[in-house]
């Protein structure tokens, strides 16, 4: 079982820049792609980036990619979503989430993913 606790959201304004923390429990946490997702208000959840779990290996939906970076660290039990130049657009809920699968490839799909975290709202003014 993995428990994912995301933080590091907040308001921001156009332009600007945040960083999200994905705090993940578990010893096998470092065998587990991991992705973030977004849902803005009315909307579907959707991709946004992932992480294998082996060799950093990632993937980005097309309207994050060159702003939006995601990394880990093994040793710490952490995830992370360094997002520049944000866009008012960018406003949404956002979730860790983690795939215990296995798979080489990177999913984005939500079923793919087994563990969930609560979310951490960003919101960007114009």
């Known amino acids: 079982q993995v428990q994912l606790v995301e933080s590091g959201g907040g308001l921001v304004q156009a332009g600007g820049s945040l960083r999200l923390s994905c705090a993940a429990s578990?010893?096998?946490?470092?065998?587990?792609?991991m992705g973030w997702f977004r849902q803005a208000p009315g909307e579907g959840r959707e991709f946004v980036a992932a992480?294998?779990?082996?060799?950093?290996?990632?993937a980005y939906a097309g309207s994050v990619k060159g702003r939006f970076t995601i990394s880990r660290d093994n040793a710490k039990n952490m995830v992370y979503l360094q997002m520049n130049s944000l866009k008012p657009e960018d406003t949404a809920l956002y979730y860790c989430?983690?795939?215990?699968?296995?798979?080489?490839?990177?999913?984005?799909?939500?079923?793919?993913?087994?563990?969930w975290g609560q979310g951490t709202q960003v919101t960007v003014s114009s």
């Open positions: 578990g010893r096998t946490f470092s065998s587990y792609a």
């Open positions: 989430a983690a795939d215990r699968s296995g798979s080489p490839n990177l999913s984005r799909t939500i079923a793919e993913y087994d563990y």
């Open positions: 992480i294998s779990w082996s060799n950093g290996r990632t």
